[in-house]
């Protein structure tokens, strides 16, 4: 959660910067700081908890090729 906070703590203040200044890296950079945000939630969380959650003996060449990974 700590990641999260500071990836919307550094997009605020990259959008604050743009608008203080109007040079676009700092709008850019605040862009790549929010973007990343959803997919970490919606794409990386799902299988992380896939990984590390499976029932007792219930790993599978799925779960053994995802680690791999």
């Known amino acids: 959660m700590m990641q999260a906070s500071l990836a919307i703590v550094g997009g605020l203040f990259g959008v604050v910067a743009f608008y203080s200044t109007f040079e676009w890296p700092w709008l850019l950079g605040a ?6 945000w959803p997919y970490s939630i919606f794409v990386i969380i799902p299988i992380y ?4 959650n499976p029932p007792p003996g219930a790993a599978t060449g799925e779960t053994r090729r995802m680690i791999v990974r």
């Open 31 to 36: 862009v790549v700081l929010l973007v990343n």
């Open 49 to 52: 908890h896939r990984m590390m």
